[in-house]
C-alpha cells in the first residue's frame, strides 16, 4: 500500500485478516446454530446475544489485543477499554444475530477503526456471499478486489432504499418516512443488519439507508465505506454518537437530501 503510514497500513491489513477469521468461526456456529445458548439483553425479547456474538468479539479482541496493546477497544457486548487512546476499534462481532439465530444470511462480522476521533477504516465481512467489504480513509472502498461507487439514482423511485428500526427510541418517525417514501414512488428493502445495509450503499446496491436508531458498532465501519465510496452520511458521531447511538441516513449524494428531507428534523436533533 503506497503512501499509507506503516501504523495504519498494518492495521488495515490486520482488520482484514480478523474480520475473515472471525466471519469464519461465525458461519461454523451459524451451521449449528440450533444447539447454541441464547440470552435476551435485560427485559427486551427482541434484543438477543448468542454464545456465537460472545465467543467471535472475544476472538476479535484478543487479535486486535496481541498486534495493537496500545488501542481502545469498544465492543458490542463487551464494552470500552480505554475509549480515548488515539486509535480505537469498533467491533460488532455479528451484526444480524436475529437473522443469524432464525438461519437467514443477512448477518456479517463488522470491525471499524477511529482515529483521533474520526473513521479512518473498515471492514464488514458476509461469510455466506464470501464478500469483504473494506475501505481506508483517502485509499478508496472495495468489496474482495472491487472498487465501490454509490448509486448514480437522482431522485428516490430509482433505486431500493434501506430501512430499519425497532421499538427504541425514534421509532414514532418510522411510519411517516417510509410514508413519504412510498408516496414518492420510492421502495423499501431491510435486511436486519445495519453494517450489510451501509455497504450496500457504498456498492450502489441501495440508494440510501435510514435508520431510526443505532448504535456505533452497527454503522463505524460502514461510515468509511460511505464516504471513500462517494456517498453521504448525517452526523451520527454527535453527542456521543458513537457510544449512546443516534439516527443514521446514508446516501448517494444524488438523493441524499431527498430522503434526509423525509426523515425531517429528527435526523439531527
Avoid at 117 to 142: Q, T, V
Wanted: glycine share 12%; hydrophobic share 40%; charged share 20%.
Amino acid at each position: 500500500m503506497v503512501n499509507i503510514a506503516p501504523a495504519i497500513a498494518e492495521r488495515y491489513r490486520a482488520v482484514q485478516e480478523i474480520a475473515r477469521e472471525a466471519a469464519q468461526l461465525g458461519l461454523d456456529f451459524y451451521h449449528r446454530r440450533g444447539a447454541l445458548q441464547v440470552d435476551h439483553k435485560g427485559s427486551d425479547l427482541q434484543d438477543v446475544v448468542s454464545i456465537a456474538d460472545k465467543t467471535l468479539e472475544e476472538l476479535i479482541r484478543q487479535r486486535l489485543s496481541e498486534r495493537f496493546p496500545e488501542d481502545g477497544l469498544l465492543g458490542e457486548e463487551g464494552g470500552a477499554t480505554d475509549l480515548a487512546a488515539p486509535y480505537l476499534w469498533v467491533i460488532d462481532p455479528i451484526d444480524g444475530t436475529a437473522p443469524f439465530l432464525n438461519g437467514l444470511h443477512n448477518w456479517c462480522v463488522s470491525i471499524g477503526l477511529m482515529h483521533e476521533g474520526e473513521p479512518l477504516l473498515g471492514a464488514i465481512m458476509d461469510p455466506n456471499h464470501d464478500e469483504l467489504f473494506h475501505g481506508l480513509r483517502g485509499h478508496g472502498a472495495f468489496v474482495n478486489d472491487q472498487p465501490l461507487r454509490v448509486h448514480p439514482a437522482t431522485e428516490i423511485r430509482q433505486g431500493l432504499t434501506g430501512l430499519g428500526t425497532t421499538h427504541r427510541r425514534g421509532k414514532e418517525n418510522f411510519l411517516p418516512f417510509v410514508t413519504g417514501l412510498l408516496a414518492e414512488g420510492g421502495q423499501f428493502f431491510r435486511n436486519g443488519s445495519g453494517a450489510l445495509m451501509t455497504a450496500y450503499v457504498a456498492a450502489g446496491r441501495l440508494i440510501g439507508y435510514y435508520e431510526t436508531l443505532i448504535h456505533g458498532w452497527d454503522c463505524l465501519a460502514g461510515l468509511v465505506l460511505i464516504q471513500e465510496a462517494g456517498g453521504r452520511h448525517n452526523a451520527f458521531l454527535r453527542n456521543e454518537g458513537l457510544v449512546n447511538g443516534n439516527p443514521l441516513l446514508v446516501a448517494a449524494p444524488g438523493v441524499y437530501d431527498q430522503l434526509a428531507a423525509l426523515v425531517g428534523p429528527s435526523l439531527d436533533r
